[in-house]
């Protein structure tokens, strides 16, 4: 199975920019999506494909990459963004899930 | 809008069978989406078990293969989840998603069931 490796946490000051990764143990072309989860609720889609804005996303979000290698970008960040971002490859079977990384506010 | 709704029981004991519908509301099943089944583990991993395509094909996560079913009832724009031979491991909140069709990213999620195996 394709492997997404993220980092386990990460804490940033309201208004700074961050950027989350997400390393796949094998190429995915452009067939990565990013989720954001908070406590109690589902997963949200931002980002699909790599690059492509969900609808109703807040354009503070963006991700880029392509391959192995890829991003999600807040900017700024705001008090709300605090919860678990996952990353989803859907490019090789089965799809898989990166273990998520927790964006805490300083 | 769409919008997707788990249920089913919450406890279930070791080596019985898991069993959960997804309800959709707002799109017809048979349309344009395939529809999934994911799960996520204390600890927050989070796995893909398979899909139900808008024909009735199915595709499966190979490490369930032998013990997953995924079936549906157009007539009531539902869904359903089995789980077979089911052991404390399977103990997780279960999802159900709309599933793009060939892009397979999920963007519309259930509210997710909290199933614990306990004897």
């Known amino acids: 199975d394709t492997v997404l490796t993220q980092s386990p946490a990460l804490a940033v000051s309201p208004g700074e920019r961050v950027s989350i990764s997400c390393r796949a143990s094998e190429g995915v072309n452009s067939y990565m999506h990013w989720y954001q989860q908070k406590p109690g609720q589902q997963p949200k889609l931002l980002i699909y494909k790599a690059s492509n804005l969900a609808s109703g996303v807040p354009a503070r979000f963006s991700g880029s990459g392509s391959g192995t290698d890829f991003t999600l970008t807040i900017d700024p960040v705001e008090a709300d963004d605090t919860a678990t971002y996952f990353c989803q490859q859907s490019w090789n079977d089965p799809y898989t899930f990166g273990a998520g990384t927790k964006l805490e506010l300083k | 809008e769409i919008q997707l709704q788990e249920s089913g029981p919450g406890l279930v004991k070791p080596s019985q069978s898991l069993s959960l519908t997804c309800s959709v509301t707002?799109?017809?099943?048979?349309?344009?989406?395939?529809w999934s089944w994911i799960r996520k583990f204390p600890g927050n991993k989070m796995e893909w078990m398979g899909y139900i395509s808008n024909s009735g094909s199915t595709n499966y996560n190979p490490s369930l293969k032998i013990r997953i079913s995924i079936t549906r009832d157009t007539s009531k724009n539902q869904f359903f989840l089995q789980l077979n031979s089911v052991t404390t491991e399977d103990t997780a909140t279960y999802y159900c998603a709309s599933t793009t069709v060939v892009t397979d990213y999920f963007d519309y999620w259930g509210q997710g069931v909290m199933v614990t195996v306990s004897s």
């Open positions: 707002g799109y017809t099943i048979t349309s344009g989406y395939d």
